[in-house]
Structure formats: C-alpha cells, structure tokens
C-alpha cells in the first residue's frame, strides 16, 4: 500500500524504524505517514517548532481509507491530501478556510507567487477570510507602508529580470 502511495505522490519510502520522525523532520518539507494517527502524534509531539518550519504532515491509515493532514495544511499537507484522493483515498481536511470554500493567506500568497512578510497577521486575516471578502491592494513604489497588526503583506521574494 505504501509503495502504491508513493509511487502516485511521487515519493520516496521510508521504512519506519525508532525516530523516524526525528531522523527526517529537517530533511522533508512534507511527510506523509501510514500509520495510526496516534502514533504519528506522539512521535512528532516533541519536534513541532511553528506552522512556518515544521514540514507538512499527513496521516494515511494502512488501508489507504483516509487522509488526514496533521500539520501544515495551508502550507502543503492539504494540496497533498487532494492529490492522495485521486487514488481513491478520502481527504479528511479541518482547515477552516477550506472547509468553507475561501481563500487563505497562505494560498493567496502560493497562487500569486508572494512571501507572506508578517506571518503572525495570517491568523487575524484568515479569521477575517472566513466571513467576508478581503481586498488584496497591489501597491507600487517606491513607497512607504505601514499596516495594523490584522493585515498581511506579500512580497516577491526577488524582483523579476
């Protein structure tokens, strides 16, 4: 099933053994693993640093039934969850914008190809995402711009040639 799985996503396969999590949390921007939720849980309890260096997680049960990302969802574990369920698996997503169909920060940010400067406004913003429509302003400079703590702000992260 693991090799099924991998062979999809494009993955490579690693075989559990003791700190395993801890061995590969660094090395991997996302992990998928097929096991219980539980153990999943209390072996990456103890690495969990923030949502803007941990890898994406996600949980898949052995019998390729559901697909569960832990951590991650806005930056990963949620696109690879879809893309698990093309072979059939059912994604379980609990991550509230998407569960109502809106954008996030996070997926503005990926979709317009922006660096989210002030990561501890997306929390206030995407709460803001669940119930109304936010502008997203494009401001060209040379400028000067100074925003609350409840607005987000994108930047490329190399100016185009």
């Known amino acids: 099933m693991a ?22 949390f660094e090395e991997y921007q996302a992990i998928v693993a097929v096991f219980a ?7 990456i309890a103890p690495l969990i640093v923030d949502k803007w260096e941990d890898p994406a997680i996600v949980v898949v049960d052995s019998n390729l039934n559901f697909a569960i990302p832990l951590l991650g969802g806005h930056h990963g574990a949620n696109d690879l ?10 994604p379980v ?14 997926g503005i940010a990926a979709k317009l190809g922006y ?3 002030n990561k501890e406004s997306t929390r206030d913003v ?4 669940l119930d109304q429509d936010v502008e997203v302003l494009e401001i ?4 000067i711009v100074i925003v609350d703590n409840d607005v987000s702000v994108l930047k490329k992260e190399k100016a185009e040639h």
């Open 3 to 24: 090799n099924k799985l991998a062979d999809h996503i494009e993955a490579d396969v690693i075989i559990y053994k003791k700190d395993i999590f801890k061995d590969i």
């Open 37 to 43: 939720t539980g153990i999943v849980v209390r072996e």
């Open 81 to 90: 969850v879809r893309k698990i369920s093309e072979i059939g698996v059912i």
């Open 93 to 106: 997503i609990t991550t509230a914008t998407e569960v109502h169909n809106r954008n996030s920060v996070e």
């Open 115 to 117: 660096d989210i400067v």
């Open 126 to 129: 995407n709460c803001a995402l």
């Open 140 to 143: 060209k400079g040379p400028k």
